[in-house]
């Protein structure tokens, strides 16, 4: 069974708009950890963000915000007033403390931002 | 500059014909993975290793062997490579330990016909 989901494999925004690229995960642990990475046209992996399952305070950098929610097992990303620039593929990850050196990805989401 | 340095970062090749992959970090990590990428189904971890001499399978290690003789490096090899080993290749490394985030490499691009 997939342990994280991205049910989106792709969507299209205008310039300036809001969207938000969902991540669903499954773990039994109740100790575990939630990151997103961005991968641009370039290819490279970015690191954005970690969160761990005792800590549902949402977090905002800049235009970027995250919602995690254990109650439906979702860690959301919203980017507030899109740019050509954060055109790219965006996987969500779990990580288990029982199984704590593997990382689980999701399938990614690809965010085309329309100029 | 903390880095993760993978060679050679694109590779066409042919089948049966055994290849390397370096990978090689210098930020003292002790937990180094491989994984590859292909269209719809997102990274995948093929090898981790958690410090020298220590190696474990990820969720598809089939047709890959690693070694890990030093801390920085971390070797990826193809004995017999074949056509459905063709993808986007990613090493990373971080600190061991629960929760810390992984750095990848540029990532190495093998074609296998």
């Known amino acids: 069974a997939q342990k994280v989901t991205q049910a989106q494999t792709e969507i299209s925004v205008v310039e300036k708009e809001d969207v938000t690229l969902d991540c669903v995960y499954e773990t039994r642990d109740t100790t575990y950890y939630l990151f997103w990475y961005k991968q641009p046209p370039s290819g490279e992996l970015v690191f954005l963000i970690r969160?761990?399952?005792?800590?549902?305070q949402n977090e905002i950098s800049g235009r970027y915000s995250w919602n995690f929610q254990k109650s439906t097992s979702s860690f959301n990303f919203t980017i507030t007033a899109s740019q050509v620039v954060d055109s790219a593929v965006y996987f969500c990850a779990l990580s288990e403390a029982g199984t704590g050196n593997q990382f689980y990805f999701g399938t990614g989401t690809s965010l085309t931002v329309i100029p | 500059e903390a880095q993760v340095t993978q060679n050679p970062r694109y590779l066409i090749t042919v089948t049966g014909k055994k290849l390397t992959v370096t990978c090689s970090q210098n930020m003292n990590h002790e937990y180094m993975s491989w994984y590859r990428q292909d269209p719809g189904l997102g990274l995948r971890q093929i090898y981790y290793s958690m410090n020298v001499e220590v190696t474990d399978k990820g969720d598809v290690p089939e047709g890959y062997k690693v070694s890990r003789k030093e801390k920085r490096n971390f070797p990826l090899i193809l004995e017999s490579p074949s056509p459905n080993q063709t993808s986007l290749y990613f090493c990373?490394?971080?600190?061991?330990?629960?929760?810390?985030?992984?750095?990848f490499g540029p990532g190495t691009r093998l074609t296998v016909t």
């Open positions: 969160r761990n399952s005792f800590d549902e």
């Open positions: 990373a490394s971080r600190v061991l330990g629960n929760g810390y985030e992984q750095y």
